[in-house]
């Protein structure tokens, strides 16, 4: 089945997020094409993570809506929004620590929405050597490179659309940061639709089509990574850099 290519993944109008009585989103709206790659920066406690759980439904907003190609799922469950081709990699990483690698990733298996398996066991392996090495290890046996390569590599085996980072990088030494740079690369490439939260800014720069920035729930600055890296005074402003 094909979809017309004009129809974004995911488009979301007007977002308002609470957390009980505190506003945290202020009417975001965006929209994500096939294959795109955008970045959303801010400082600490700008809404980055809140927005990316918005678009899930893991924190349902309560007001806006969320479409995935074309679809209204606004208030859908997000079991029910995955299904639809989206996959988080979320800040505290995602594994099953008494499983093993080999179990961790079978386990995340499926097509995507179009029916779509080209991501399996031995394309995974392929891209994340690491893991291929340790296929019968315990998941709470990995360092902390290996655990976010396996919850990049659970993503993935869902085959998606659409692949949701929330600061891969967090933490981890810098050749194991240049390894996560790489296969972001490499799934970039595949066609898979990227948006990434990540505090190194030029990384993301080299990376990304489109940037996004968040201040206090709003977005306040969206371009291309050419016109954003001429503005020196954005970075200043809302970047603290
Ligand atoms: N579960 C929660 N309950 C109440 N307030 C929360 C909760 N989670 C986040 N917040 C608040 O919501 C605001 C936005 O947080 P969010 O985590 O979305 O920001 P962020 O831009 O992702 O920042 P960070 O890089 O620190 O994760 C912050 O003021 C934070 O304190």
Known sequence: MMRPA??????????????GASHILHGISLSIRAGETLSLMG?????????????????PPRRGTVKIHGRDMTGAPPQQIVRQGIAFVPEDRGIFPNLTVRENLIMAARPGPTG??????TRILDTFPRL?????????HLSGGEQQMLTVGRALMTNPDLLLLDEA?????????KEIWSVVRTIRQSGI?????DKDIKALLKLA??????????????????DLAAKPEIHTRYLGV
């Open 43 to 59: 400082r600490n406690g700008m809404g980055k993570t809140t927005l990316l759980r918005s678009l899930l439904g893991l924190t």
């Open 132 to 140: 291929a090495e340790r296929m019968s290890n315990m998941g709470n």
């Open 209 to 226: 089509d489109r940037n996004i920035i968040l201040s206090k729930g709003r977005i306040v600055y969206e371009g291309d990574s050419a």
């Open 169 to 177: 990088t967090e933490g981890l030494a810098p050749l194991i940061r």
């Open 193 to 197: 639709a990227v948006v990434i939260v």
């Open 116 to 121: 779509r398996r080209d991501w399996d066991l």
């Open 6 to 19: 004009e129809v974004p993944i995911l488009e979301a109008e007007e977002l308002h997020t609470y957390y």
